[in-house]
């Protein structure tokens, strides 16, 4: 017996660089957990998780068995079940619904904690030994995108791990592309550079047919 298709959600098209501050956090108070992860690839979701496992058991093995981590602009956390359970994670985000509903999906997990705060907001107030920043400046225009690492930066004890779209695998840039999201994106390079600006090492991990890459930044 066959079943019916669910009819495909249109989105309303726009250029999420020409949004203002509050139009952007109108936008994401919006979105529910499924709209958030049809952005990605099933290969890019495994990717992020399989690469924030790799990070964090490195640094609580490092850090003799504990770590608090910290994850700003942590939408839905999707990479929080796959972490040891023993790390003390903060998320936050500016988007107040994606909080409350991050308290309820991960109620049953004691170290977990959601706090509504931005990086503006939580810098100066926040001081954990990792930092987690999971492709979420690739909603935020590029320029203001880079202003945010250093404050990123500087509310980590040991090190970071940085995710995001790749220049050349983002769709959007290209001429005559029609998108509903127009994605930020970064060179590795220009990352790499920043973390030996910051005082840290950065080792990359660019894959070839992957559409993002990730970068370790590890504290001198």
């Not at 640094?59 to 003390?88: Q, V």
């Not at 903060?90 to 988007?95: E, H, I, V």
Request: aromatic share 10%; hydrophobic share 35%.
């Amino acid at each position: 017996m066959q079943t019916e298709k669910p009819k495909r959600v249109k989105r309303k098209r726009f250029d999420i660089n020409a949004l203002s501050e509050q139009e952007r956090l109108e936008y994401w108070n919006n979105v529910t957990e499924d709209h958030l992860f049809s952005f990605y690839k099933p290969r890019t979701v495994k990717f992020v998780r399989e690469k924030t496992k790799e990070f964090t058991d490195s640094m609580f093995e490092l850090n003799g068995g504990k770590l608090t981590a910290h994850e700003p602009g942590c939408a839905y956390a999707m990479t929080l079940r796959n972490i040891n359970p023993d790390i003390h994670y903060l998320g936050t985000d500016p988007a107040e619904n994606m909080i409350i509903q991050d308290r309820q999906i991960y109620a049953d997990l004691p170290n977990a904690k959601f706090e509504v705060d931005s990086v503006e907001t939580g810098h100066g107030k926040y001081r954990h030994d990792v930092l987690l920043m999971l492709c979420m400046l690739d909603s935020l225009p590029h320029e203001y995108s880079m202003t945010l690492i250093p404050l990123m930066a500087d509310m980590c004890e040991r090190g970071m791990l940085f995710i995001s779209l790749r220049h050349e695998k983002n769709n959007s840039l290209k001429d005559n592309w029609s998108y509903y999201r127009n994605f930020n994106s970064h060179n590795p390079e220009e990352i790499q550079e920043l973390a030996d600006k910051l005082g840290f090492d950065c080792e990359l991990d660019v894959r070839e047919n992957f559409s993002n890459f990730a970068a370790v930044w590890t504290r001198r």
